[in-house]
């Protein structure tokens, strides 16, 4: 609706190597994501070709040390490609960040022989990953799991269902938490199990409201056998392990929200400049000028919330109450834009005719994955207050 060309986020990145990498997504993204986002969005299709395209490029491993197959890039570089990548399609972005999420008990606690094993494969090597925490009925209770894996001399035998995995059905490897001691967070191991072990199956995808194209399923453990080469870390460590995953995993929730909510201000100020009503452009009434203003501020906010805990983490800075914050107020702002986005364009911002609508479909999700926004107040109310008094 308007000649008004994009201009691309300006970042300000670490290193010339940074920025040419950047570059390469922002080229990828133009011929290989966007043109074909909403379309297979709508069809529900999954893009596995894109990502084994990023796996070819370096981008699936990117925080990772590149003696282990990884790209040696901090984290605020590898969260500002999410948020270019989760511009282009949530689908994209969200997955890069779901795969990571699944390398980092195995490149953060595994044995020198372990990672040696995998994980060049798991960073590089075009496979897929899925992270399995949730259960039906322990969600944001994560420490009430009850799959379990027992001891069968040197192997362990899965049994139990995983919930709400990204990725169920078509992962080539899965991180699962599993009990395999007492109740609670001090019974609970980590396992890299393939995805096509035997005994693993998962069920029909869910029916989402957005993201359709990203497969989300329920896991079914039925005896599945794993050796004790392939448990994680020390027996009962899982929680401690998931915990420090998912510290970052918010971080990378954080950049998608933002990426989200500035492809819908993107589409805002491009249909405002140029729709025309009462003789002019409606971004000239000021009401609209407000709304886009308010819009491109809570995205600089998000952006340099999610970028300072990347720092953080990069400096080898406690950043567990900042990524809670950013995951937090990203997710939260990704919604409001959205909505306000749908606003702008009014009619045409309610049709499939335009993006507007998918987006804020999409933006709803990011308020629960990765510990819902309720779960990140909690964590944040505890770093200021205390934990709660019983």
């Given amino acids: 609706m308007s000649d008004r060309a994009q201009q691309p986020v300006e970042r300000r990145l670490p290193t010339e190597e940074s920025r040419q990498l950047v570059a390469l997504v922002r080229d990828i993204v133009q011929r290989e994501i966007a043109p074909r986002a909403a379309e297979e969005e709508e069809a529900g299709r999954f893009p596995r070709e894109v990502f084994t395209l990023l796996s070819r490029s370096g981008l699936l491993g990117l925080p990772y040390d590149s003696g282990q197959g990884g790209g040696d890039q901090p984290y605020e570089v590898y969260l500002q490609v999410l948020e270019e990548l989760a511009a282009a399609r949530l689908t994209v972005g969200l997955g890069v960040s779901v795969h990571s999420l699944a390398c980092h008990a ?165 249909y405002a400049t140029g729709r025309q009503q009462f003789g002019r452009p409606i971004a000239d009434f000021q009401g609209l000028r407000f709304m886009l203003a308010d819009m491109a501020t809570q995205i600089e906010a998000g952006r340099a919330l999610y970028l300072e805990a990347a720092r953080r983490r990069d400096e080898g800075l406690t950043f567990s109450r900042q990524a809670a914050m950013a995951k937090l107020f990203c997710t939260d702002a990704a919604m409001r834009v959205t909505t306000d986005a749908v606003q702008v364009l009014g009619g045409y911002g309610y049709t499939q005719d335009f993006p507007a609508e998918r987006l804020m479909r999409e933006a709803k999700v990011l308020q629960i994955v990765e510990g819902t926004n309720q779960i990140q107040r909690m964590v944040i109310a505890r770093h200021i207050a205390g934990p709660e008094t019983r």
């Fill in 106 to 270: 195995l490149a953060g606690y595994g044995t020198e022989k372990q990672r040696t094993e995998h994980l060049p494969a798991m960073l590089g090597g075009g496979l897929l990953g899925a992270y399995c925490l949730s259960e039906p009925a322990s969600g944001s209770d994560a420490a009430s799991l009850r799959t379990e894996a027992v001891r069968d001399g040197d192997d362990w035998v899965i049994t139990g269902t995983k919930a709400w995995i990204t990725h169920g059905g078509i992962a080539d490897f899965c991180t699962v938490l599993a009990r395999t001691g007492v109740d609670g967070p001090r019974g609970i191991t980590a396992f890299l199990v393939p995805g096509d072990a035997e005994g693993l199956n998962a069920a029909l995808p869910e029916k989402k409201m957005g993201m359709k194209g990203s497969p989300t399923a329920q896991l079914h453990f039925d005896g599945v056998r794993v050796s004790d080469a392939r448990r994680i870390g020390e027996e009962g460590q899982g929680f401690a392990i998931a915990l420090s995953a998912l510290d970052s995993g918010r971080l990378g929730i954080a950049a998608c929200a933002v990426g989200v909510a500035q492809a819908a201000l993107d589409e805002a100020v491009g």
